[in-house]
Protein backbone atom coordinates (compact mmCIF):
# COMPACT_ATOMS: atom_id res chain seq x y z
CA UNK A 1 0.00 0.00 0.00
CA UNK A 2 1.24 3.35 -0.89
CA UNK A 3 1.93 5.79 2.21
CA UNK A 4 -0.21 9.01 2.07
CA UNK A 5 2.43 11.72 2.02
CA UNK A 6 3.27 13.42 5.27
CA UNK A 7 3.58 16.83 5.44
CA UNK A 8 5.55 16.98 9.23
CA UNK A 9 4.17 20.87 9.24
CA UNK A 10 0.76 19.43 9.58
CA UNK A 11 1.82 17.02 12.32
CA UNK A 12 0.32 17.58 16.02
CA UNK A 13 0.88 15.72 19.08
CA UNK A 14 -2.47 16.10 21.58
CA UNK A 15 -3.29 14.10 24.41
CA UNK A 16 -5.97 11.06 23.37
CA UNK A 17 -9.16 11.00 25.18
CA UNK A 18 -11.33 8.12 26.14
CA UNK A 19 -13.00 8.27 22.60
CA UNK A 20 -10.18 7.46 21.04
CA UNK A 21 -9.61 3.93 22.60
CA UNK A 22 -11.18 2.14 19.64
CA UNK A 23 -8.93 3.66 17.25
CA UNK A 24 -6.01 3.48 19.27
CA UNK A 25 -7.07 -0.43 19.37
CA UNK A 26 -7.60 -0.64 15.72
CA UNK A 27 -3.59 0.51 15.31
CA UNK A 28 -2.26 -1.84 17.99
CA UNK A 29 -3.86 -4.27 16.08
CA UNK A 30 -2.64 -3.37 12.93
CA UNK A 31 0.77 -2.64 14.07
CA UNK A 32 1.29 -5.81 15.37
CA UNK A 33 -0.10 -7.64 12.29
CA UNK A 34 2.35 -5.96 9.93
CA UNK A 35 4.95 -7.56 11.52
CA UNK A 36 4.01 -11.26 9.56
CA UNK A 37 2.31 -12.54 13.12
CA UNK A 38 -0.17 -15.45 12.17
CA UNK A 39 -3.79 -14.77 12.38
CA UNK A 40 -3.98 -17.34 15.20
CA UNK A 41 -1.44 -15.28 17.13
CA UNK A 42 -3.23 -12.42 16.56
CA UNK A 43 -6.64 -13.75 17.59
CA UNK A 44 -5.14 -15.11 20.56
CA UNK A 45 -3.21 -11.21 21.35
CA UNK A 46 -6.44 -10.06 20.44
CA UNK A 47 -7.71 -8.88 24.24
CA UNK A 48 -4.57 -7.80 25.34
CA UNK A 49 -4.03 -5.51 22.72
CA UNK A 50 -7.54 -3.85 23.47
CA UNK A 51 -6.62 -0.21 24.77
CA UNK A 52 -9.23 0.42 27.52
CA UNK A 53 -10.49 4.19 27.73
CA UNK A 54 -9.64 3.92 31.21
CA UNK A 55 -6.06 3.44 30.04
CA UNK A 56 -6.10 6.87 28.61
CA UNK A 57 -7.91 8.64 31.60
CA UNK A 58 -5.83 7.63 33.84
CA UNK A 59 -1.81 7.67 31.87
CA UNK A 60 -0.52 9.88 30.00
CA UNK A 61 -1.58 8.86 26.05
CA UNK A 62 -0.66 10.93 23.38
CA UNK A 63 -1.17 10.35 19.50
CA UNK A 64 0.33 12.07 16.71
CA UNK A 65 -1.94 13.30 13.69
CA UNK A 66 -0.91 14.12 10.23
CA UNK A 67 -3.87 16.63 9.04
CA UNK A 68 -6.32 15.34 11.28
CA UNK A 69 -5.37 11.51 10.83
CA UNK A 70 -4.18 9.44 14.07
CA UNK A 71 -0.74 8.11 12.50
CA UNK A 72 0.14 6.30 15.87
CA UNK A 73 0.76 7.01 19.65
CA UNK A 74 2.14 6.14 22.81
CA UNK A 75 1.77 5.69 26.72
CA UNK A 76 3.41 6.16 29.87
CA UNK A 77 2.60 3.88 32.89
CA UNK A 78 3.98 4.77 36.03
CA UNK A 79 6.25 1.97 37.69
CA UNK A 80 7.97 3.56 40.91
CA UNK A 81 10.22 5.77 42.01
CA UNK A 82 11.91 7.60 39.18
CA UNK A 83 11.07 5.19 36.66
CA UNK A 84 8.00 5.28 34.30
CA UNK A 85 7.45 2.68 31.71
CA UNK A 86 6.48 3.48 27.79
CA UNK A 87 3.44 0.94 27.77
CA UNK A 88 2.91 1.69 24.38
CA UNK A 89 4.28 2.72 21.38
CA UNK A 90 2.22 2.08 17.71
CA UNK A 91 2.52 3.39 15.05
CA UNK A 92 -0.24 3.26 11.91
CA UNK A 93 1.41 0.50 8.91
CA UNK A 94 1.06 3.40 6.92
CA UNK A 95 2.97 5.66 8.48
CA UNK A 96 5.70 3.54 9.72
CA UNK A 97 9.12 4.23 8.84
CA UNK A 98 8.06 7.94 8.33
CA UNK A 99 9.67 9.85 11.33
CA UNK A 100 5.61 9.50 13.38
CA UNK A 101 7.97 6.67 15.71
CA UNK A 102 11.17 8.82 16.32
CA UNK A 103 8.13 11.87 17.04
CA UNK A 104 6.76 10.07 19.31
CA UNK A 105 9.46 8.59 21.42
CA UNK A 106 11.30 12.24 21.71
CA UNK A 107 7.31 13.55 23.07
CA UNK A 108 7.44 10.82 25.54
CA UNK A 109 11.11 11.15 26.49
CA UNK A 110 10.28 15.17 27.31
CA UNK A 111 7.38 14.33 28.82
CA UNK A 112 8.69 11.68 31.28
CA UNK A 113 11.79 14.07 32.40
CA UNK A 114 9.06 16.81 32.67
CA UNK A 115 7.70 14.88 35.49
CA UNK A 116 10.43 14.52 37.14
CA UNK A 117 11.61 10.66 36.05
CA UNK A 118 15.22 9.61 35.51
CA UNK A 119 14.99 6.27 33.20
CA UNK A 120 12.08 4.94 30.99
CA UNK A 121 11.63 1.43 30.18
CA UNK A 122 10.00 -0.66 28.00
CA UNK A 123 9.22 -4.47 26.45
CA UNK A 124 10.35 -4.50 23.14
CA UNK A 125 8.23 -6.64 20.03
CA UNK A 126 11.61 -7.87 18.53
CA UNK A 127 10.64 -6.27 15.30
CA UNK A 128 11.04 -2.76 17.23
CA UNK A 129 13.92 -3.45 18.99
CA UNK A 130 16.31 -2.27 16.42
CA UNK A 131 14.04 1.16 16.34
CA UNK A 132 14.56 1.52 20.62
CA UNK A 133 18.57 0.46 19.88
CA UNK A 134 18.68 3.97 17.50
CA UNK A 135 16.99 5.60 19.58
CA UNK A 136 19.54 5.05 22.50
CA UNK A 137 18.09 2.42 24.57
CA UNK A 138 19.95 -0.29 26.15
CA UNK A 139 18.95 -3.90 25.95
CA UNK A 140 18.91 -4.68 29.90
CA UNK A 141 17.08 -8.17 29.55
CA UNK A 142 14.57 -10.34 28.07
CA UNK A 143 11.52 -12.24 28.58
CA UNK A 144 10.86 -15.49 27.43
CA UNK A 145 7.48 -14.94 24.81
CA UNK A 146 7.20 -18.00 22.56
CA UNK A 147 4.43 -18.53 19.88
CA UNK A 148 3.92 -21.57 17.51
CA UNK A 149 6.15 -20.73 14.86
CA UNK A 150 8.94 -19.73 16.90
CA UNK A 151 9.46 -21.09 20.25
CA UNK A 152 12.61 -19.74 21.27
CA UNK A 153 11.17 -15.62 20.54
CA UNK A 154 11.91 -13.33 23.63
CA UNK A 155 10.55 -9.51 24.14
CA UNK A 156 13.51 -7.52 24.76
CA UNK A 157 13.94 -5.25 27.90
CA UNK A 158 14.70 -2.30 27.25
CA UNK A 159 15.97 1.31 29.63
CA UNK A 160 16.76 4.75 28.11
CA UNK A 161 17.98 7.09 30.89
CA UNK A 162 16.45 10.96 30.60
Not at 22 to 40: H, V
Not at 60 to 78: I, N
Request: some cysteine; overall charge negative.
Amino acid sequence: MERPPLTNLQWRIRRATGPDAGLLTDITFRAKAYWGYSPQVMEAWRVMMNIPPELIVNNPVYVLEDAGRVCGYYSLEHLDGDQIMLGNLFIDPDFIGSGVGRALLQHALALAASLGFRTICMESDPHAEGFYLRMGAVRIGEHPAPIPDQPDRVLPQMRMNL
